[in-house]
């Protein structure tokens, strides 16, 4: 695979965007009411590992969901195949994340909620936790890309007014994906590229 050097960067077995380090980005709900939960063509994608926690952790789950997410479920079941032969969360009548659920007019993650009363363990799909990093594996290599989404503006001012990039806006995400490790390698990047340092960064 050709490579712009002056835009990604290899760690380990990632080829990683710098948009990542350049890019600032801070999610501001009061804005964008969480509509990322709502818009697109297919649910959030998961990962294999998911798909099982999912299926054995929907019986914690399943009381903090709306009435209609649990229908959507019981329906389609804790996961789909979409259109580009992915696994993913079903939606709704093709709309909202059947897990979606909505607080004072903004959209949350059900799973989330589940897990911050002890329901589960399972936090969230990594795929929604790391957004707007998008993930894609390919043979040999895995690429790690800063997806623009227009949805995201108010994230992409907040991040400027902030001065806080992707990747440490990020930070608990990655470790999860990754480990502290890469994230470390990341940062180091960083400080390279004339970033300042992570524990300087408040959002």
């Known amino acids: 695979m050709k490579k712009d050097i002056s835009s990604m960067i290899e760690i380990d077995d990632k080829v990683i965007s710098l948009d990542l380090i350049r ?20 649910g959030a994608p998961l990962d294999e590992d998911e798909v099982e926690i999912l299926e054995k952790n929907y019986k914690n789950i ?3 969901l709306r ?30 994340c059947a897990y979606a659920i909505f607080e004072e007019g903004i959209a949350r993650c059900g799973i989330e909620k589940a897990c911050e009363a002890g329901a589960t363990s399972f936090q969230k799909p990594i795929s929604c936790h790391i957004y707007p990093i998008r993930v894609k594996k390919y043979k040999g290599f895995t690429a790690v890309n800063y997806d623009r989404w227009k949805i995201c ?50 959002f």
């Not at 959507?72 to 709309?95: F, N, R, S, Y």
């Not at 992707?166 to 970033?195: C, D, H, N, P, W």
């Open 23 to 42: 890019e600032k980005f801070v999610c501001d709900l009061e804005k964008c009411r969480g509509v990322c939960c709502v818009d697109g063509e297919s």
């Open 67 to 96: 009435e209609e997410g649990r229908r959507a479920i019981e329906k389609q079941g804790t996961w789909v195949v979409d259109a580009d032969q992915e696994m993913v969360t079903p939606l709704i009548d093709g709309k909202e």
């Open 62 to 64: 399943r009381s903090y």
């Open 153 to 202: 503006d108010p994230a992409r001012i907040c991040g400027e007014q902030k001065n806080v990039p992707v990747y440490r806006f990020l930070r608990e995400a990655i470790e999860r994906k990754y480990g502290a490790g890469f994230y470390k390698k990341l940062e180091k990047v960083s400080r390279t590229m004339g970033q300042r340092p992570d524990e300087q960064i408040e």
